[in-house]
């Protein structure tokens, strides 16, 4: 029987479906059963994001009414035939899923894999509600400005009113340069502001932007330090103890050394 | 002197924006928080009176609490009208 997590953050644009992707394909990348669902009914991407989007016949409302077997709607992943994806519908009908509907759906899923993982919308309406529903746990994103954190605080305040408690922090895109000249809020910060447990740190590559034009999610790439950072966070949900990666170590001489010994930083 | 130091070198940590972005941080995370529900507030005002009557008589219908923001700050504003002061063993 597997665990639910909903990947959520209040603010659009924050980086939830690339964290998504990431974490599920990392997560199948060390064996476990993962799906990934898109609940972002009406605006369907994370097929995108993984490059499946050519192979979908059957989205989440189909099996929500009854249209076809959840089995038939599942994609498998190219890559990972441990990892699958339900994805989204395109219809303009967000009321086309009730959270009944979606707990129903989480309870069947969560059957046969290790871990469901919800690609949540952005803002706190139906959507918001549809995707935390089936969820026992979330992961809230947010990146080091003002207006993200703000969301994120609201997102944790909703989360907290409903069933799911304590949930965890990643903190996207951080520029450690900008920190460290004082114009980037840092991870204490925001924790401090948040009053949350850190899940992972992400820093702001490049190299998700070329993944995502790929269709192939950064954590494949071993040269990406934002794949590595996703990596870590995936080991840290399947409970195993990592240590914060250190951001700085970005393209520094002892770095490429490392790298030229074969040596990888946490 | 190491103050002068960083503004020569254009490090002044208090106008950093980063510092900026903590203050406004700080001040909306709070305005939102802000949002007390009437029952809260009944028993603030509960708490507040039972420790205030170990020291001093007070008009308990003429006591007002309240919560009141402006751009920089959030103030807890109580009016309490004070009868008698009592003896206290102290003094």
């Known amino acids: ?266 | 002197m190491l103050e002068l130091l960083q503004r020569i070198f254009g490090r002044d940590s208090l106008k950093s924006s980063k510092n900026v972005a903590q203050e406004r941080l700080r001040l909306v995370l709070m305005h939102d928080r802000l949002d007390l529900s009437p029952q809260v507030l009944e028993e603030l005002r509960a708490d507040l009176m039972n420790v205030i009557k170990d020291y001093m008589v007070i008009d308990e219908k003429m006591m007002e609490i309240n919560l009141e923001q402006d751009k920089k700050c959030v103030a807890l504003v109580a009016n309490i009208p004070v009868v008698r002061m009592k003896r206290l063993p102290s003094h």
């Open chain 1, 1 to 266: 029987m597997g665990e639910v997590y909903v990947i959520t953050s209040g603010k659009g644009g924050v980086g939830k479906t690339t964290t998504t992707a990431n974490i599920g394909t990392s997560l199948a990348m060390q064996g476990y059963r993962v799906v990934l669902v898109d609940a972002d009914i009406g605006l369907r991407n994370l097929d995108v994001v993984l490059g499946l989007e050519n192979r979908i016949v059957y989205d989440l409302v189909d099996v929500a009414h009854g249209r076809c077997r959840l089995r038939q709607a599942l994609i498998r992943d190219r890559r990972f035939e441990n990892l699958y994806l339900l994805p989204a519908a395109q219809t303009k009908d967000k009321t086309a899923v009730n959270p009944e509907q979606m707990k129903e759906l989480c309870a069947e899923l969560k059957k046969e894999s290790d871990y469901v993982i919800m690609d949540c919308p952005a803002g706190i309406e139906q959507g918001f509600r549809n995707a935390t529903a089936g969820a026992e746990k979330a992961i809230v994103v947010t990146t080091p400005e003002v207006a993200a954190v703000r969301d994120a605080d609201r997102i944790i305040g909703l989360l907290e009113a409903s069933e799911i408690r304590d949930p965890v922090l990643v903190l996207n895109r951080i520029r450690t340069k900008m920190v460290k000249t004082g114009d980037m809020l840092d991870v204490e910060d925001v924790i401090e502001h948040l009053a949350i447990d850190l899940l992972g740190i992400v820093p702001d590559d490049e190299s998700i932007i070329i993944s995502t034009n790929r269709g192939e999610p950064a954590v494949l790439n071993s040269d990406s330090k934002a794949g590595q950072a996703y990596r870590n966070i995936s080991r840290r949900i399947a409970g195993e103890e990592v240590p914060l990666m250190n951001l700085e170590d970005g393209g520094g001489f002892m770095n490429r050394v490392r790298r030229l010994l074969g040596l990888r930083t946490g």
